[in-house]
């Protein structure tokens, strides 16, 4: 039978949140691995804090501009990509993905990272979707949820189950700009939609992954 190829934006907020979580890093290799006959992964990583940190440095040491922010942040992701690749040597592919459009074969998994200046890691992964023929994106982050608005400046936000692509695309926006917070790239969100993909967005808990990817109830949202 043919594996199923899933696709993970995995948030440098899970990989970096300030150290490098690899207790996280630990669970997550173990959870990957154990499905490994049921599906093939792509899994992008973001830049999380170390992105932050080399970006607000250059700032402060030097007036850059967004282009060379957005190169301080590839250059974490990719870092974060070796990171994660090296602790899955034994299955992974052994090139992590720089350019999300170039034809690549893998059997069992595959690391990428970011790509051009403009958009996020998340635009990585709906293009890598695009061009390996998957169906579905999961967006991996320290956010549980979608809400209708930011949890963090409103009370009454309220938690969203399923959504489709174009009602979400009223909660992200249009525009991407650099550093935003948002639950999804725009860039990406606008990409996805086009394809039809499925958007599935969960926080960092290892055993809701495995739910999600037993097709058992978990809590996350959905976007398709
Ligand atoms: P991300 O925004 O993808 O990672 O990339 P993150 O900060 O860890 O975000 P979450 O936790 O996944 O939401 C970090 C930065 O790298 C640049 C952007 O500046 C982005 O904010 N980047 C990344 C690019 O310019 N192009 C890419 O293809 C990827």
Not at 37 to 44: G, H, N, Q, S, T
Not at 98 to 117: E, H, S
Not at 125 to 148: Q, R
Request: aromatic share 10%; proline share 3%.
């Amino acid at each position: 039978m043919k594996k199923k190829t899933i696709i993970i934006s995995l948030g440098g907020s899970l990989i970096v949140p300030d150290k490098i979580d690899y207790k996280f890093l630990r669970d997550f290799r173990k959870l990957i691995k154990s499905y490994l006959r049921k599906y093939k992964f792509a899994i992008i990583t973001g830049g999380g804090k170390t992105a932050r940190r080399y970006i607000s440095a250059a700032d402060k040491a030097f007036h850059i501009k967004d282009e060379d922010k957005d190169w301080l942040g590839i250059h974490a992701t990719r870092l974060n990509a070796h990171l994660v690749r090296t602790i899955f040597e034994d299955v992974a592919n052994s090139k992590i993905v720089r350019d999300p459009r170039k034809k690549v074969k893998f059997d069992k998994l595959l690391v990428g990272a970011g790509w051009r200046p403009g958009c996020s890691t998340d635009y990585d992964a709906v293009l890598l979707a695009k061009n390996v023929g998957a169906e579905t994106v999961i967006n991996m982050s320290n956010i549980d949820w979608l809400y209708d608005k930011d949890p963090r400046k409103y009370k009454s936000a309220k938690k969203i189950e399923n959504i489709d692509w174009k009602s979400f695309k009223k909660i992200v926006g249009d525009k991407w700009k650099p550093g935003m917070n948002v639950p999804f790239d725009p860039k990406a969100t606008k990409e996805a939609a086009k394809l039809g993909l499925k958007l599935v967005i969960l926080g960092k808990s290892i055993s809701n992954l495995r739910n999600y990817l037993d097709g058992k109830k978990f809590k996350g949202s959905v976007v398709e």
